[in-house]
Nanobody, 124 residues
Framework: QVQLVESGGGLVQAGGSLSLSCTAS????????MGWFRQAPGKERTFVAA????????LYADSVKGRFTISRDNAKNTVYLQMNSLNAEDTAVYYC?????????????????WGQGTEVTVSS
């Protein structure tokens, strides 16, 4: 069982930056693929970024590539999402997720554990 807790959301002006964190319970964090997804009001949950357990592979949605950076610290059981050059389209609830495989990191069904989400609002 893995429990995930996100933090770092808030209100930021367009062009600004935010850093999200997701801390996991349990001793097997280092074996999990970690992903970030987001869900805007009235829309489906979409993929943002993912990082392999070993941190030697990452994947980004086209909409955030070059602006967002995912990283992890296995010693701290934490995955991060650094978000720069934010715009109004980035407004959403951001969820972190843990999965056992790197096979389909951009698909929500590839993850078995989810956090409760943290809200990010970008004002224009």
């Amino acid at each position: 069982q893995v429990q995930l807790v996100e933090s770092g959301g808030g209100l930021v002006q367009a062009g600004g930056s935010l850093s999200l964190s997701c801390t996991a319970s349990g001793r097997t964090f280092a074996t999990y693929t970690m992903g970030w997804f987001r869900q805007a009001p009235g829309k489906e949950r979409t993929f943002v970024a993912a990082i392999k357990w070993s941190a030697d592979a990452t994947l980004y949605a086209d909409s955030v590539k070059g602006r967002f950076t995912i990283s992890r610290d296995n010693a701290k059981n934490t995955v991060y999402l650094q978000m720069n050059s934010l715009n109004a389209e980035d407004t959403a609830v951001y969820y972190c997720a843990a999965g056992v495989s790197w096979r389909t990191p951009s698909i929500p069904t590839g993850y078995g554990y989810w956090g409760q989400g943290t809200e990010v609002t970008v004002s224009s």
